[in-house]
C-alpha cells in the first residue's frame, strides 16, 4: 500500500519556466511534508517543508502548497534552473502516531533544459 | 564539515558474508534514523534511535538486520549472511529533539554478488 505517492515519474522543462511537482497522499493522520532533492550517487537534500496546518510556505524560488481536502501537495519551482535537474522526493509523516519515520513517494526525475 | 557522515560510501561484497556500515550524525543531533532505497523507490525506513535506545524497528529489517548507537553517538548498521536483495542504498539520517526535519548523510551503496 503506497501511501505517498508521485505519479510522474520523470518531468522535462525549459530554463527560466516553472516546475510544478506532484504528490499525493491517503493517510488522514499525515500532518508534516516535506521536499527533498537528490543527486546521483548522494543523499537526499531537504528543500522545504510544511505542516497541515498551513496551505502554502514559500522558500525563495521552492514553494509548497498543501490541499488536505484532495491529501495533495505540490513543489513549484520559479524560475527552474539547469541545477535544479535532480530526482525530488515528497515525504510525509505523523507527528502525533508517536513515530518519527518518514514515508517517502517514489520520487520524480526533473530535467531542467538549459 | 558537519553534515551526517557513512562509510564506507561504497561496499561490495559476496553472498553470505557479513557487512558493517557506520553513520555519524551532526553532533547535537539525538535522533538516528537508517533508511534503505532501491533502485526507482524512495528511501524506506529501517530504524530510529533517540540517544542509544532503538525506538523503533521496520518489518523490513529482519533478523539478519542489526543496529547499535552505543552511547548515543554514532550508530552501525549490520547485515549478517547477506543476499542479493539485500543490494540497495543504505541511508543514515539525523534530526534534533522536537524538529521534524531529518538530515540525511550521502549513503553507503551495497552490491552483493
Known amino acids: 500500500d503506497q501511501q505517498v505517492k508521485q505519479n510522474s515519474p520523470s518531468l522535462s522543462v525549459q530554463e527560466g519556466r516553472i516546475s510544478i511537482l506532484n504528490c499525493d497522499y491517503t493517510n488522514s493522520m499525515f500532518d508534516y511534508f516535506l521536499w527533498y532533492k537528490k543527486y546521483p550517487a548522494e543523499g537526499p537534500t531537504f528543500l522545504i517543508s510544511?505542516?497541515?496546518?498551513?496551505d502554502k510556505n514559500e522558500d525563495g524560488r521552492f514553494t509548497v502548497f498543501l490541499n488536505k481536502s484532495a491529501k495533495h501537495l505540490s513543489l513549484h519551482i520559479v524560475p527552474s534552473q539547469p541545477g535544479d535537474s535532480a530526482v525530488y522526493f515528497c515525504?510525509?509523516?505523523?507527528?502525533?502516531?508517536?513515530?518519527?519515520?518518514?514515508?517517502f513517494g517514489t520520487g520524480t526525475r526533473l530535467k531542467v533544459l538549459a | 564539515d558537519t553534515g551526517v557522515s557513512q562509510d564506507p560510501r561504497h561496499k561490495i561484497t559476496k553472498r553470505g558474508q557479513n557487512v558493517t556500515f557506520r553513520c555519524d550524525p551532526i553532533?547535537?543531533?539525538?535522533?538516528l534514523y537508517w533508511y534503505r532505497q532501491t533502485l526507482g523507490q524512495g528511501p524506506e525506513f529501517l530504524t530510529y534511535f533517540q540517544n542509544e535506545a532503538q525506538l523503533e524497528k521496520s518489518r523490513l529489517l529482519s533478523d539478519r538486520f542489526s543496529a547499535e548507537r552505543p552511547k548515543g553517538s554514532f550508530s552501525t548498521l549490520e547485515i549478517q549472511r547477506t543476499e542479493q536483495g539485500d543490494s540497495a542504498m543504505y541511508l543514515c539520517?539525523?534530526?534534533?529533539?522536537?524538529?521534524?526535519?531529518?538530515?540525511f548523510g550521502p549513503g553507503t551503496r551495497l552490491l552483493v554478488l
Open positions: 515525504a510525509a509523516i505523523s507527528t502525533t502516531s508517536g513515530t518519527y519515520k518518514y514515508i
Open positions: 510544511i505542516s497541515s496546518i498551513k
Open positions: 553532533s547535537e543531533h539525538n535522533r
Open positions: 539520517a539525523s534530526s534534533l529533539p522536537l524538529e521534524e526535519t531529518q538530515y
